[in-house]
């Protein structure tokens, strides 16, 4: 089974905080993704990455970046958190032709 | 633009009442329906992929079914187990663009 995995279930932090999400995932998986998800708004794509050192924008990469140094990781930065960043964060990974495969998410609450 | 909308936003049934959760959708180049389930707490589980009109799957109380425009996730029995929130997506075009839709969250009684 693909495991993924995220490093927090919950965090809390302030403004104007730099912010980091990391990600893990065990099956080898070229496609590592980065989602929020909103009531009433579904998941939406913030980045994802094909390759190591690779990354395109989603839909919503605004105030947020990321990082894929290692083909396993792949880490979400809030650059200075503001509170409409206050989100469950999904992340997930993809093999070939195979669905996307979702942690158990972050819930990040900025005061 | 590419549009996934999902109905009702929430439904109710008493155990053993079977049902449909829809997923309609206005994509280009549709290369791939996915129903995921959803329980609070957690990361969306993988049911089903669909890839042309006609197609079915089916696991335990579930069967998923695509149209051209549309897809059902028909809910047979259900238990109260089964309560949850149904994520439709659809895959366009590149490989790696997903669209979700908003949702089901389905309670079941019992």
């Known amino acids: 089974d693909v495991k993924v995995t995220q490093s927090s279930r919950y965090l809390v932090k302030r403004t104007g905080e730099k912010v980091f999400l990391e990600c893990v995932q065990d099956?080898?998986?070229?496609?590592m993704f980065w989602y929020r998800q909103d009531p009433g708004l579904g998941l939406r794509l913030i980045y994802f990455?094909?390759?190591?050192?690779?990354?395109e924008k989603g839909d919503i990469p605004e105030g947020y970046s990321v990082s894929r140094e290692k083909k396993e990781r792949f880490s979400l930065i809030l650059e200075s958190a503001s509170t409409n960043q206050t989100s469950m964060y999904l992340c997930?990974?993809?093999?070939?032709?195979?669905?996307?495969?979702f942690g158990d998410g972050t819930r990040l609450s900025i005061l | 633009e590419d549009q996934v909308t999902q109905s009702p936003e929430a439904l109710r049934l008493q155990e053993g009442e079977s049902s449909s959760l829809n997923c309609s959708y206005t994509?280009?180049?549709?290369?791939?329906l996915f129903w995921y389930r959803q329980d609070p707490g957690k990361g969306p589980e993988f049911l089903f992929t669909?890839?042309?009109a006609g197609e079915e799957k089916e696991k335990e109380r579930l069967k998923a079914t695509l149209t051209k425009k549309e897809s059902f996730l028909h809910i047979t029995a259900p238990k109260p187990e089964d309560s949850a929130t149904y994520l439709c997506?659809?895959?366009?075009?590149?490989?790696?663009?997903?669209?979700f839709g908003a949702g089901t969250r389905l309670t079941v009684k019992p």
């Open positions: 997930a990974s993809k093999g070939g032709n195979q669905p996307q495969h």
């Open positions: 099956m080898d998986h070229e496609n």
């Open positions: 990455s094909y390759d190591v050192k690779m990354k």
């Open positions: 994509v280009s180049g549709l290369r791939g």
């Open positions: 669909l890839y042309s």
């Open positions: 997506a659809v895959q366009v075009n590149n490989n790696n663009d997903m669209r």
